[in-house]
Every structure is written in C-alpha cells, then in structure tokens.
C-alpha cells in the first residue's frame, strides 16, 4: 500500500520562501515514479504546479511559477520536495503531492493535501 503524507504549509508573508516536502511509503518503485505537485485555490479548478521523474532527471513547471518554485526528489528518503520562492498571494491554494508508478499512466496516489496563505 503506497502513501503519500505532505508536511509543510500554512501561513507565509508576500516574497517570502518555504520548503515542502511529500514523504513517500510503500513504493518499490519510487526512483522511477513520477512524483507532481498539484493545487487549488478557493473557487478555482486544480492546476498543475510542478512535476519530476527520473529522480534528478527531467522537471516541468507551471508557467505561473517557472523560476520561483523549484522540484527535487531524494530517492534515499523517498522525498520529494517543493521549494517555493517569491511567494506571491495568487500562489495562496492547497497544495497536494501525487505519485505515478512506473509503468503507468496518471497519477495514482494523493496526499491529503496541505493549505498555504500567502499573505501581505
């Protein structure tokens, strides 16, 4: 049974950083899994923040926070991690970390899904 747990959140002023992190347990796969992020805003349809696979290997980003917020994964750990920078009010949403085994397609597992403020 694979889980995902985010940890990190909650209240940030305008530009300022935070680190989170999304701990994955019971992947056997997870250096080759997809790993995404993902939030939504009050009132607003979910969007697509960030995603990595390959461990260290090919990133994307939303055009909204391209440059700011940055992807990483630790295959030791089993961690995947979401640095945010610059924060900006609009970035305010509850953000959810998603986990897509190798070898399928979309992802599959969902954290329960952290709240951020970002306020000035």
């Known amino acids: 049974q694979v889980q995902v747990v985010e940890v990190g959140g909650g209240w940030v002023q305008v530009g300022g950083p935070l680190r989170r992190f999304c701990a994955v347990a019971?992947?056997?796969?997870?250096?080759?899994?997809?790993k995404g992020w993902v939030r939504q805003a009050p009132g607003k349809d979910r969007e697509f923040v960030s995603a990595i696979t390959w461990s260290a290997g090919s990133t994307n980003y939303a055009d909204s926070v391209k440059g700011r917020f940055s992807i990483s994964s630790d295959t030791a750990q089993n961690t995947v991690y979401l640095q945010v920078n610059s924060l900006k009010p609009e970035d305010t949403a509850v953000y959810s970390c998603?986990?897509?085994?190798?070898?399928?397609?979309?992802?599959?597992?969902w954290g329960q899904g952290t709240q951020l403020t970002v306020s000035s």
């Open positions: 998603a986990l897509q085994p190798a070898a399928l397609l979309g992802y599959r597992y």
């Open positions: 019971g992947s056997r796969t997870f250096s080759m899994d997809k």
